[in-house]
């Protein structure tokens, strides 16, 4: 599952299939919302496992999480880590650098949020952001960018050989769609922060993100650390065909779960709450829900 050929562009279908890429619309369905839900849940619960199995083998798991504004990465990072164990699962989505930390070795403030044993840490963004907004926005030189671009199989492959399970996506999204995504974010309060003058940049710039993809993958995109495409267009079918590749990519198993008995609650003793008056409580506003207004 981990291999493949350089520069090929390997899309992950449904089960984890993988096929070529077409440079025509995506040929990836629509998945309904009621099979949606259960097969959501389903995998969800692997997830719960999988997680277990980490935490009781002591591995260490990064996974990134890479593409387009308004890809649907977010939304598949919130799909994973749902029910997930926050002690053992980070999530890394770190703002712009300082001041300080551009002054730093570029890998320097990434490797800082590495895993330890037993944990998993998805990131929302990653190092290479180099690769991308920084090249097509000028925030970097092109020396910082080819020493980036050398730079970064290494790190990788000795991130691997130290035993670090590393996995990478790509959330493929098209222009029509995310300019669609553009306007509903727009319209919408609570995804309206998501909506940054970077992003509307990206439309204009569209070409020059392609390239730079390109030219990310024919250089990181090796067989120890393959890309792998999730074709986002329809947002439900991109997150379970991610989860399901995730949990394919990582030699987890069922643990035996322990007998949990829950013991009987003993009988009160002469213990008498103090008087509610003591206490300050929130205002009930829920009560009011659905009143008609006098």
Known sequence: MRGGKRGDRRRVNAGGAVAKKSSTKTSVRPAPKRLYKAELKRLQIELVEMQRWVAKSGARVVVIFEGRDAAGKGGAIKRVTEYLNPRHTRVVALAKPSKRERGQWYFQRYIEHLPTKGEIVL????????AGVERVMGYCTDEQYQRFLRQVPVLEQHLIE??????KYWFSV???????RFLARREDPI???????????SIRRWEDYSRAKDAMFAATDTPGSPWWVVESDDKRSARLNAISHLLESIPYRHLDRPKIT??????ADDYERPPIEQFRYVPDIAAQLGKKVS
């Open 123 to 130: 990131m929302d963004r990653s190092w290479y952001n180099r």
């Open 162 to 167: 130290d035993g670090i399970i590393l996995i």
């Open 174 to 180: 098209s222009d029509d769609e995310q300019q669609a």
């Open 191 to 201: 995804k309206l922060w998501k909506l940054s003058p970077t992003d509307l940049e």
């Open 262 to 267: 829950i013991p009987d609650r003993p009988k």
